[in-house]
């Protein structure tokens, strides 16, 4: 596993799911993590996580919809932590919540990660961000047929939308900031057994339907897609920068 020791690492959504794991998998490499997450007390908790296996985290209460939020929260790490080396753009909402929300956490909230983070990295002399797109930044979704027959929602869309929109940030800030040594990457999921599924999974049929739309013939689990994160992140992908990577048990190689 890479090393991360002496870097300092920003993540948001570090509260549950892939977030959770991929701060605990950063701590195990030595990084200092600020744990942020909207759900203070669950990044509370996996920064305490981190502390009790012999780590360095904080943690803070941060909603990435906010600029100022956003903005103020990176420059409390470099001050707190003593700098700023990986931003990890990871939080994010189900489609449910309707066109605006969806767009404000899953977009925006990536935006202005990468809008601040990009911009104190490259003072800072480099670093690497990744943003946690999805299958659904390169392709659109089937529902299980169980809910197929289920009226359009307001919201329908606004996911792929926004996670497609991440795929394309994540392109153009990687040439933007190639040259002033930040390399910018996003990884995309295919269904991962996080809380985020748990009710699609819970529907009659829907954990097998969403097994079989991956060839592996069954769903990620969160350490899985932190171990992409963590190999972007690091010195091993130093050649590595603009991709979105599938991380779906071959979901888009069908
Ligand atoms: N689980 C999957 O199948 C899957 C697949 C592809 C992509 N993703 C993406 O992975 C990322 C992590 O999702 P997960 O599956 O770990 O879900 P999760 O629900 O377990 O974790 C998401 C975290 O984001 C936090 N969050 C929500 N809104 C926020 C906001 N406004 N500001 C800050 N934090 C906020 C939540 O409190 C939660 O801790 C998301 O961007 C999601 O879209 C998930």
């Known amino acids: 596993m890479a090393s991360f020791e002496d870097r300092v690492v920003f993540i948001t959504g570090a509260g549950s799911g892939i977030g959770r794991e991929s701060a605990y998998r950063f701590a195990a490499g030595g990084a200092s993590l600020m744990c942020t997450d909207v759900d203070g007390d669950a990044a509370e908790e996996t920064a305490a996580n981190i502390a009790e296996r012999g780590g360095t985290a904080s ?18 790490t470099a001050q707190e932590l003593g700098g ?10 189900g489609g449910g919540v309707g066109w605006e929300t969806t767009i404000d956490v899953n977009l925006s909230g990536v935006y202005w990660g990468l809008f601040h983070g990009a911009a104190m990295l490259a003072e ?25 027959d289920e009226p359009i929602e307001r919201g329908a869309g606004a996911y792929t939308a926004a996670k497609h929109a991440v795929v394309g940030l994540t392109r153009q800030f990687s040439n933007t900031y190639a040259r ?20 699609v999974r819970g529907i009659e049929g829907g954990a097998d339907y969403l097994a079989s739309l991956h060839p592996i013939g069954r769903l990620g689990n969160p350490g899985e897609v932190a171990a992409a994160v963590t190999f972007l992140a690091s010195d091993e992908a130093s050649f590595i920068t603009g991709v979105a990577l599938p991380v779906d048990g071959g979901y888009t190689a069908r």
């Open 59 to 76: 943690a803070m209460k941060l909603d990435v919809s906010i600029e100022d939020q956003v903005h103020a929260a990176l420059q409390k």
């Open 84 to 93: 700023l080396d990986v931003v990890v753009n990871n939080a994010g909402v």
């Open 180 to 199: 002033r040594g930040v390399r910018v990457n996003a990884v995309c999921p295919g269904y991962i057994e996080t809380p985020m599924t748990a009710e």
């Open 124 to 148: 800072r002399g480099g670093g690497a961000i990744v943003n946690t797109a999805s299958i659904a930044g390169l392709v659109g979704l089937v529902g299980p047929p169980a809910m197929q």
